[in-house]
Every structure is written in C-alpha cells, then in structure tokens.
C-alpha cells in the first residue's frame, strides 16, 4: 500500500476552521459585552439617589440580580424573559426618580424665590429708610445755616447728628443680621455633616459601623469588578474577650475596644477603611492590596496588639492586662458577592482560632 506523503486539505477542513475562528471571534465579543453590561448596570446604580421614598435598594438589588442573570449559565431565553419583565421597574424607577428630582427642584426654586423677594423687598425698604434720614437731614441742615437763631441751630444740629448715628447703627445692624444668618447656615450645614457621620459611626471606638461597612464592601466589590482591580479583607476578632468582660467588668473591656481600634487606625493607610463587624469583631478593607502585602499587615496588627498593654482599675499594684487578636486574611475577586468574601475571610479567620489563635491566616479561596 502506497502511503501518502502530503495531506491536501479539503474544503470541508477549511469550513470547519472558519466555523472555529468565527466561534473563538462570538465567545471574545460575548465576554467584552458581557463586561460592557456589568460596567453599565454599576454606573446605573451610581446614579441612583439614596432614600426611603425612592426604594434605593430594592432598585440596587434588582439591578445585582439582572447582571448575575447575564453571567450565569442560563439559557438565552430565561434570562431575555427576566430582562423584559425588569426593564419595566427600570424604567419606572428612573421615572420615580426623576419626578422626585422635580419635585424637589420646586421647592428650591420656591425657597429662592422667596429668599429673594424677602431681600429685594428688605433692600427698598433700607433704601427708602436711608433716603428719608438723608432727606431730613438735609432740611435740617439748611435750616442750621440760619445764624439769627443760634438755638435752633443747636438743637437741629443735634438732631442731625443723631439721624446720623441711627444710619450708622442701622448698618450695623444689617451687618450683624447677615452675619448671624450666615452662622446658622454654617451651623446647619455642620449639624447635617455631624448627624451623616454619626448615622455611619460606631458610638464606642469611633470607627465605622456594621451598616457603612455592608455599604462599602458592596461598592468595593462592584468597583472591583468594573475596573479590573483588587483589594484586600481582614477580618479581626479579639481573642478570649469574654474573659476579659468577665474578669475586669465591661468599663475594661470598652476601654480595650477603643484601644484596639486606635492601634488598627495607626497601623494602616489613610485610604484604608476600617469599621466594627459587632462586638469584639472588626474589619478592614485594604483598596489595591494583594493578598501577600495584606497578610504582612495583618501579621503586624497582631504583633502590634500582643506587644501592648492596658491598664486595669488595679493599674497602681501593677495589674496590667494584655490581649491578642486572630485575623483572617482574602483576596477579593471578580466572581464575588459580599456575602462570599466574608465568608471566605471568616473561614480564615476560624482556622486562625483553631491554630492557635494570636495569629493571621489567608485563604484564597
């Protein structure tokens, strides 16, 4: 049997490398119109306002829903049906939305309008004010120029000198009541700044609380994945902190708290986040961290705790306490949800406990 030396492809084998390179092209076009939509619904989620009215975060959780449908595995169809049926509450949101924007433009422009009409109203009035006292006091200082009745003369001057004394303290009035309303502006504006931050702040250790953390930790996942990029979780539990509360009284144990919380703030960076989980458990998110550099800090947090000392009611006889803390260290990644790199960093921490404890773990998956 003759063997053959050359292979002649045939146009069967050509259809089928077309048909290849066509589907390798439709797979690199789903997957950038696939990041293209998850893109597209965080920015839509940006843009929606914040408030009980507008039923933010029923919107949010619809818009988180609608981009898994796009990325899971569903068929074609499903997923065109449940887009179809969500496009309605899309559109009825921004619509909600808008009108609620509307209502409020309204009602700025009615409090200027009123702000303005009470200023221009107050501006005539001092103007006429200031024109009849200058009026006057011309009459009266024309009458002064009669020599003939030195008396009258006195008396008119002093007159004068009075009206002038008014305009002045007029002035001084309206500059003091500018001055005033400004202040409580500011006032106001500080007040709201005060009570936002108190709303998002733990009341004992002055670092953020539970509901600012699930707010930034969802954001940060959403941000991730739009812009390619990573962070870092650790989840801190001080350890035997029963003990502590049981042994010492809770006065010791809030003071153990803050302590800790003060020690966390200064051993990481500015744009770091730190926030109390509940209880004696915390949390920080390390924007841009790699899993290495964030388990390297974690391992300094722990030895920075176990290093410290903290005076107890007994401090004189020299009873000083000390206290260790476990953390769980992870990674962020594309396929993540909050509730799933929590869990992964729990279960870091967790194995941290069961080691040993006074200890940082990391878990990549």
């Given amino acids: 049997m003759a063997l053959k030396l050359f292979y002649r492809q045939t146009d069967t084998d050509l259809d089928i490398e077309q048909l290849v390179e066509k589907s390798v092209r439709l797979q690199e076009k789903a997957a950038v ?3 293209s939509i998850e893109a597209l619904i965080h920015f839509l989620k940006s843009f929606a306002l914040d408030g009980k009215e507008l039923q933010s975060d029923d919107f949010k959780a619809s818009a988180d829903e609608l ?16 887009f179809e049926r969500e496009k309605g509450k899309i559109l009825s949101f921004i619509e909600h939305q808008h009108l609620y924007i509307e209502d409020r433009e309204k009602e700025l422009r009615g409090i200027i309008d009123i702000l303005t009409k009470a200023m221009a109203n107050l501006d005539v009035e001092n103007r006429d004010f200031y024109q009849r006292l200058h009026d006057q006091s011309e009459k009266m200082e024309q009458i002064t120029r009669l020599d003939d009745i030195k008396r009258i003369k006195s008396a008119l001057a002093h007159e004068v000198s009075q009206m002038h004394d008014m305009v002045d303290i007029k002035k001084d009035q309206d500059h003091r009541q500018v001055h005033q309303l400004a202040s409580q502006v500011e006032c106001l504006r500080q007040e709201l700044e005060k009570t936002r931050a108190k709303s998002m702040t733990d009341g004992l250790t002055g670092v953020y609380n539970r509901q600012a953390f699930d707010e930034t930790i969802a954001d940060a996942i959403d941000r991730s994945r739009v812009m390619n990029s990573t962070f870092s979780l650790l989840m801190l539990d001080l350890d035997d902190f029963k003990k502590i509360n049981d042994t010492y009284g809770h006065l010791v144990g809030d003071q153990v708290l803050m302590a800790f919380s003060q020690k966390c703030r200064s051993a990481v960076r500015g744009d770091d986040y730190i926030a109390r989980y509940g209880g004696e458990e915390f949390a920080i998110i390390l924007p841009g961290a790699s899993l290495k550099n964030a388990l390297k800090k974690a391992r300094s947090i722990c030895n920075a705790i176990s290093a410290s000392r903290y005076a107890t009611c007994d401090s004189e006889n020299n009873d000083y306490l000390s206290v260790t803390v476990s953390i769980g260290v992870t990674e962020s990644k594309k396929t993540d949800t909050p509730e799933k790199i929590i869990e992964r960093a729990d279960k ?5 406990k069961t080691s040993g404890k006074n200890r940082a773990v990391a878990r990549k998956s």
Avoid: D, G, I, T
Avoid at 67 to 82: D, G, I, N, T, W
């Fill in 67 to 82: 981009c898994q449908r796009f990325a899971s595995s569903e068929k074609p169809k499903r997923v065109e049906l449940h």
């Fill in 33 to 35: 119109y696939l990041r």
């Fill in 348 to 352: 870091a921490l967790y194995k941290a």
